[in-house]
Protein backbone atom coordinates (compact mmCIF):
# COMPACT_ATOMS: atom_id res chain seq x y z
CA UNK A 1 0.00 0.00 0.00
CA UNK A 2 1.56 3.49 -1.05
CA UNK A 3 1.91 6.02 1.14
CA UNK A 4 0.58 9.65 -0.12
CA UNK A 5 3.80 11.25 -0.60
CA UNK A 6 4.47 8.55 -3.30
CA UNK A 7 3.25 9.03 -6.69
CA UNK A 8 0.82 6.82 -8.23
CA UNK A 9 1.87 4.03 -11.23
CA UNK A 10 1.63 5.89 -14.53
CA UNK A 11 1.25 9.85 -13.37
CA UNK A 12 3.86 12.00 -14.28
CA UNK A 13 6.47 13.33 -12.10
CA UNK A 14 6.00 17.01 -13.07
CA UNK A 15 4.96 19.15 -15.80
CA UNK A 16 6.40 18.53 -18.84
CA UNK A 17 9.66 20.58 -20.03
CA UNK A 18 8.95 23.88 -22.17
CA UNK A 19 11.68 25.65 -23.85
CA UNK A 20 12.47 29.08 -22.33
CA UNK A 21 12.70 31.33 -25.48
CA UNK A 22 8.99 29.23 -26.37
CA UNK A 23 6.75 28.74 -23.23
CA UNK A 24 4.11 26.85 -25.42
CA UNK A 25 6.73 24.41 -26.53
CA UNK A 26 7.15 20.81 -24.88
CA UNK A 27 10.75 20.26 -25.15
CA UNK A 28 12.39 17.41 -23.68
CA UNK A 29 15.85 17.78 -26.07
CA UNK A 30 18.44 19.71 -23.26
CA UNK A 31 21.32 21.59 -23.93
CA UNK A 32 24.33 20.40 -23.62
CA UNK A 33 26.05 23.78 -22.03
CA UNK A 34 23.19 24.78 -19.38
CA UNK A 35 21.09 21.71 -18.95
CA UNK A 36 18.00 23.46 -20.02
CA UNK A 37 14.90 22.46 -22.57
CA UNK A 38 15.31 23.61 -25.91
CA UNK A 39 13.21 23.60 -28.75
CA UNK A 40 14.08 22.74 -32.48
CA UNK A 41 13.92 26.43 -33.66
CA UNK A 42 16.46 27.29 -30.43
CA UNK A 43 18.38 24.44 -30.72
CA UNK A 44 22.40 24.59 -32.10
CA UNK A 45 24.84 21.70 -33.16
CA UNK A 46 27.83 21.16 -31.09
CA UNK A 47 30.85 18.97 -31.54
CA UNK A 48 29.08 17.44 -28.92
CA UNK A 49 25.29 17.24 -28.57
CA UNK A 50 23.22 20.37 -28.64
CA UNK A 51 23.36 23.48 -27.46
CA UNK A 52 20.88 25.96 -27.27
CA UNK A 53 21.02 29.80 -29.38
CA UNK A 54 21.54 31.56 -25.58
CA UNK A 55 24.65 29.63 -25.39
CA UNK A 56 26.18 30.06 -29.02
CA UNK A 57 25.94 34.27 -28.67
CA UNK A 58 27.57 33.81 -24.85
CA UNK A 59 30.36 31.54 -26.34
CA UNK A 60 31.05 33.57 -29.16
CA UNK A 61 32.12 36.36 -27.19
CA UNK A 62 34.28 34.92 -25.07
CA UNK A 63 36.32 33.90 -28.59
CA UNK A 64 38.77 35.98 -29.53
CA UNK A 65 38.18 37.70 -33.44
CA UNK A 66 40.76 36.24 -35.48
CA UNK A 67 42.62 39.29 -37.21
CA UNK A 68 44.89 39.63 -40.26
CA UNK A 69 48.28 40.73 -40.01
CA UNK A 70 47.08 43.71 -40.81
CA UNK A 71 44.39 44.56 -37.99
CA UNK A 72 41.17 43.46 -40.10
CA UNK A 73 39.13 41.16 -38.51
CA UNK A 74 38.98 37.73 -40.43
CA UNK A 75 35.20 37.27 -41.56
CA UNK A 76 33.64 34.44 -43.90
CA UNK A 77 31.00 34.36 -46.35
CA UNK A 78 31.21 37.33 -49.45
CA UNK A 79 33.21 40.91 -49.41
CA UNK A 80 30.32 42.72 -48.66
CA UNK A 81 31.22 46.52 -48.83
CA UNK A 82 33.10 45.53 -52.22
CA UNK A 83 29.94 44.03 -53.71
CA UNK A 84 28.00 47.28 -52.07
CA UNK A 85 29.97 49.73 -53.88
CA UNK A 86 29.49 47.59 -57.42
CA UNK A 87 25.18 47.65 -56.81
CA UNK A 88 25.70 51.61 -55.81
CA UNK A 89 27.68 51.88 -59.30
CA UNK A 90 25.04 49.68 -61.42
CA UNK A 91 22.01 51.52 -59.96
CA UNK A 92 23.46 54.84 -60.28
CA UNK A 93 24.97 54.31 -63.92
CA UNK A 94 20.71 52.94 -64.61
CA UNK A 95 19.86 56.23 -63.55
CA UNK A 96 21.94 58.13 -65.51
CA UNK A 97 20.16 56.65 -68.27
CA UNK A 98 17.01 56.46 -67.33
CA UNK A 99 16.83 60.44 -66.37
CA UNK A 100 18.37 61.51 -69.55
CA UNK A 101 21.67 62.65 -67.92
CA UNK A 102 20.37 64.75 -65.10
CA UNK A 103 21.36 62.31 -62.30
CA UNK A 104 24.74 62.81 -63.82
CA UNK A 105 24.91 66.27 -64.25
CA UNK A 106 23.60 66.25 -60.50
CA UNK A 107 26.65 64.79 -58.81
CA UNK A 108 29.24 65.08 -61.22
CA UNK A 109 32.70 67.09 -59.96
CA UNK A 110 34.13 70.05 -61.89
CA UNK A 111 36.42 72.40 -60.15
CA UNK A 112 34.17 74.92 -61.09
CA UNK A 113 30.97 73.60 -58.57
CA UNK A 114 33.40 71.59 -56.47
CA UNK A 115 33.95 74.73 -53.78
CA UNK A 116 29.69 75.16 -53.54
CA UNK A 117 29.14 71.59 -53.55
CA UNK A 118 31.82 69.55 -52.18
CA UNK A 119 29.80 66.55 -52.35
CA UNK A 120 30.54 65.80 -55.76
CA UNK A 121 34.07 65.40 -54.79
CA UNK A 122 32.75 61.85 -53.52
CA UNK A 123 29.72 61.06 -55.58
CA UNK A 124 31.15 61.34 -58.65
CA UNK A 125 33.33 58.20 -58.06
CA UNK A 126 29.91 56.67 -58.56
CA UNK A 127 28.94 57.79 -62.23
CA UNK A 128 30.11 56.74 -65.21
CA UNK A 129 29.79 57.39 -69.08
CA UNK A 130 27.04 56.11 -70.86
CA UNK A 131 28.84 53.63 -72.50
CA UNK A 132 28.57 49.88 -71.17
CA UNK A 133 32.36 49.65 -71.47
CA UNK A 134 33.47 52.15 -68.72
CA UNK A 135 31.51 50.67 -65.65
CA UNK A 136 32.13 47.47 -66.84
CA UNK A 137 36.01 47.83 -66.73
CA UNK A 138 36.18 50.10 -63.45
CA UNK A 139 33.49 47.03 -61.82
CA UNK A 140 35.93 44.41 -63.12
CA UNK A 141 39.19 46.07 -61.56
CA UNK A 142 37.58 46.63 -58.43
CA UNK A 143 36.48 43.14 -58.12
CA UNK A 144 39.91 41.71 -58.99
CA UNK A 145 41.32 43.70 -55.99
CA UNK A 146 38.54 44.71 -53.80
CA UNK A 147 37.63 41.55 -52.22
CA UNK A 148 41.19 40.87 -51.28
CA UNK A 149 42.23 44.52 -49.54
CA UNK A 150 38.78 44.02 -47.65
CA UNK A 151 39.51 41.33 -46.12
CA UNK A 152 43.42 41.85 -45.77
CA UNK A 153 42.53 45.62 -44.30
CA UNK A 154 38.67 44.92 -42.94
CA UNK A 155 35.84 46.69 -43.61
CA UNK A 156 36.19 49.85 -41.83
CA UNK A 157 39.99 50.26 -43.48
CA UNK A 158 38.48 49.43 -47.18
CA UNK A 159 35.59 51.91 -46.57
CA UNK A 160 37.96 54.70 -45.61
CA UNK A 161 40.75 53.94 -48.78
CA UNK A 162 37.98 53.12 -51.21
CA UNK A 163 36.44 56.67 -50.02
CA UNK A 164 38.94 58.45 -49.52
CA UNK A 165 41.18 57.57 -52.77
CA UNK A 166 37.91 58.34 -54.84
CA UNK A 167 38.40 61.52 -53.28
CA UNK A 168 41.86 62.03 -53.90
CA UNK A 169 40.91 61.44 -57.90
CA UNK A 170 38.97 64.78 -57.54
CA UNK A 171 41.77 66.12 -55.86
CA UNK A 172 44.25 65.15 -58.21
CA UNK A 173 41.65 66.74 -61.35
CA UNK A 174 41.71 70.21 -59.20
CA UNK A 175 44.85 70.42 -58.47
CA UNK A 176 46.40 69.65 -61.93
CA UNK A 177 43.50 70.75 -64.97
CA UNK A 178 44.81 74.20 -65.54
CA UNK A 179 41.86 76.26 -65.60
CA UNK A 180 42.75 78.57 -68.55
CA UNK A 181 42.74 75.12 -70.97
CA UNK A 182 40.44 74.08 -72.89
CA UNK A 183 38.10 75.14 -69.81
CA UNK A 184 39.53 72.39 -68.01
CA UNK A 185 37.93 73.32 -64.45
CA UNK A 186 34.02 73.27 -65.98
CA UNK A 187 34.85 69.66 -67.48
CA UNK A 188 32.16 67.15 -65.31
CA UNK A 189 34.15 64.08 -64.61
CA UNK A 190 32.86 60.74 -63.72
CA UNK A 191 33.68 57.25 -63.10
CA UNK A 192 35.11 55.27 -60.57
CA UNK A 193 38.70 55.10 -61.95
CA UNK A 194 40.34 57.37 -59.16
CA UNK A 195 39.29 54.86 -56.46
CA UNK A 196 40.41 51.81 -58.22
CA UNK A 197 43.61 53.38 -58.86
CA UNK A 198 43.54 54.02 -55.01
CA UNK A 199 43.31 49.99 -54.83
CA UNK A 200 45.90 49.37 -57.08
CA UNK A 201 47.90 51.60 -55.31
CA UNK A 202 47.40 50.32 -51.69
CA UNK A 203 47.53 46.94 -52.83
CA UNK A 204 51.46 47.25 -53.46
CA UNK A 205 52.81 47.22 -50.64
CA UNK A 206 50.31 45.23 -48.80
CA UNK A 207 51.64 42.26 -51.40
CA UNK A 208 55.14 43.18 -49.94
CA UNK A 209 54.21 43.09 -46.79
CA UNK A 210 53.15 39.64 -47.31
CA UNK A 211 56.31 38.64 -49.51
CA UNK A 212 54.28 38.72 -52.42
CA UNK A 213 55.47 39.59 -56.32
CA UNK A 214 53.58 42.94 -57.03
CA UNK A 215 54.97 43.05 -60.55
CA UNK A 216 51.94 42.25 -62.22
CA UNK A 217 50.21 44.85 -60.33
CA UNK A 218 52.76 47.82 -61.12
CA UNK A 219 52.86 46.81 -64.69
CA UNK A 220 49.23 46.70 -64.77
CA UNK A 221 49.24 50.27 -63.41
CA UNK A 222 51.47 51.48 -65.94
CA UNK A 223 49.59 50.56 -68.70
CA UNK A 224 46.62 52.21 -67.40
CA UNK A 225 48.38 54.83 -66.70
CA UNK A 226 49.64 55.22 -70.02
CA UNK A 227 46.30 55.09 -71.80
CA UNK A 228 45.03 58.42 -71.54
CA UNK A 229 47.59 60.01 -73.60
CA UNK A 230 46.34 57.59 -76.59
CA UNK A 231 43.25 58.01 -76.07
CA UNK A 232 41.64 61.48 -75.45
CA UNK A 233 38.79 62.13 -73.14
CA UNK A 234 40.49 60.32 -70.02
CA UNK A 235 41.36 62.35 -66.92
CA UNK A 236 44.71 60.91 -66.30
CA UNK A 237 45.09 63.64 -63.32
CA UNK A 238 42.46 61.77 -61.16
CA UNK A 239 43.87 58.05 -61.73
CA UNK A 240 46.89 59.67 -60.40
CA UNK A 241 45.20 61.81 -57.53
CA UNK A 242 43.61 58.00 -56.36
CA UNK A 243 46.78 56.04 -56.97
CA UNK A 244 48.71 58.81 -54.79
CA UNK A 245 46.07 58.09 -52.17
CA UNK A 246 45.85 55.01 -52.13
CA UNK A 247 49.77 54.02 -52.30
CA UNK A 248 50.13 56.49 -49.00
CA UNK A 249 46.99 54.87 -47.17
CA UNK A 250 48.03 51.08 -47.93
CA UNK A 251 51.77 51.71 -47.02
CA UNK A 252 50.79 53.45 -43.64
CA UNK A 253 48.23 50.17 -42.65
CA UNK A 254 50.95 47.32 -44.15
CA UNK A 255 53.66 49.19 -42.10
CA UNK A 256 51.62 49.55 -38.76
CA UNK A 257 53.24 47.58 -36.11
CA UNK A 258 50.79 45.39 -34.14
CA UNK A 259 50.04 47.62 -31.10
CA UNK A 260 49.53 50.43 -33.11
CA UNK A 261 47.47 48.93 -35.90
CA UNK A 262 43.92 50.27 -34.43
CA UNK A 263 45.27 53.74 -34.04
CA UNK A 264 46.32 53.87 -37.48
CA UNK A 265 43.08 52.58 -38.62
CA UNK A 266 41.52 56.15 -37.67
CA UNK A 267 44.39 58.38 -37.68
CA UNK A 268 46.12 57.81 -40.39
CA UNK A 269 42.41 58.55 -42.98
CA UNK A 270 41.77 61.34 -40.76
CA UNK A 271 45.41 62.80 -41.79
CA UNK A 272 45.05 61.83 -45.15
CA UNK A 273 41.59 63.70 -44.93
CA UNK A 274 43.09 66.72 -43.56
CA UNK A 275 45.81 66.72 -46.65
CA UNK A 276 42.91 66.58 -49.26
CA UNK A 277 40.99 69.61 -47.18
CA UNK A 278 44.11 71.48 -47.27
CA UNK A 279 45.29 70.86 -50.61
CA UNK A 280 41.86 71.92 -52.30
CA UNK A 281 41.54 75.01 -49.95
CA UNK A 282 44.78 75.60 -51.21
CA UNK A 283 44.36 75.44 -54.64
CA UNK A 284 40.72 77.65 -55.06
CA UNK A 285 42.85 80.12 -52.86
CA UNK A 286 45.86 80.20 -55.40
CA UNK A 287 43.47 81.00 -58.33
CA UNK A 288 41.63 83.56 -55.87
CA UNK A 289 38.07 82.02 -55.54
CA UNK A 290 38.94 81.49 -51.39
Known sequence: MSTPSSPQYGQPAGPPP????HPDRVSYVRCQRCGRPTCPE???PAPVGIQCVDCV???SRTVPSVRTMFGGTVRGGRPVVTLTIIALCAVSWVLQL???GEWTQRWAFAPSVGLDEPWRFLTAAFLHSTSPLHILFNMYALWLVGPFLEQA????RFVALYVLSAVGGSVGYLLLATPTIDGGWNSAVVGASGAVFGLFGAIIPALRRMGRNATQIVVLIAINMAIP????????QAHLGGLVVGLAMGAGFAAAPRERQALVAWALP???????LGATL???????WL
Open 282 to 288: WKYASVG
Open 229 to 236: FLFPGIAW
Open 98 to 100: VTG
Open 42 to 44: CQR
Open 270 to 276: TAVAVVL
Open 57 to 59: KEA
Open 18 to 21: VCPR
Open 153 to 156: FGRA
